[in-house]
């Protein structure tokens, strides 16, 4: 592997991932992409991180594996400053930073655990959404990546408890809640300061899940109907439309930025 290019391990439909994605194009990096099925993610995790890591995303920059979503946008805002996802006001930077710990633990597990436990209902949707995970020659197998995607899911995250469901969907509208108070008392468009930070990132990627922007992961896609008729009335909420905004303001297409320069 050529370590003058960072390579991000990522999951395709993972929204924590989406999030390391969405920081690569936003600052331009060039970068390679590799992943392995679900599951067998963990075992690469923790040996390209000795340890410390379970989960991807990991990106290899220049001799190091940074693991975790939030790491690896650090480590990119201190490799490649500009364009900056972190305010330079330290005050206003401490917010953001907050801002994204709060939807890093209060809302990515549970739009997460929302999505599975509606696909776990349908296996014939989670098949094709399992199927496009895995390398090409494993691709004609849907039955058998439904059956353990669902398998993976049960046992990973509980996606087939109703109590573990109900509660994600509560912490959803929290969330939502949450953002649409932040948007209101805000100055603009953006909930710290003037320009895009990492707040607003986070927010939106974690969302994506819920939301499904044409921007994001399984563009057009459409859910399992109990999933549909839970996120129907919440899209006329500011939230929800904000972060359908982020994404189509703010989502550079994969390859379409300039090479960002390191510092």
Known sequence: MNDSIPTLWQIDISHYSEKARWALAYKGVSH??????????????????????????????????????????AALEERYPDPPLYPADPEQRSRALALEDFYDEELGPHTRLLAFNALIGDPERFGEIAVATLPEPMRRAKGLAGAYARFYTSTRFGADGEAAAAQSR?????????LDAELAAADGDYLVGDSFSVADLTAAALFYPLVGPDQGPNPGSTMPQPFEEFREPLKQRPGYQWVEEMFRRHRVPDGAAAVAQPA
Not at 35 to 60: D, K, N, S, Y
């Open 32 to 73: 390679k992409r590799r992943g392995a099925p679900p599951g067998a993610h963990i075992p690469v995790a923790m040996w390209l991180t000795r340890g410390e890591q379970q989960t991807f995303p990991v990106l290899v920059l220049e001799g190091r594996n940074v693991g975790d979503s939030t790491a690896v946008i």
């Open 170 to 178: 509560a912490k959803v509208l929290a969330g939502l809640d949450r």
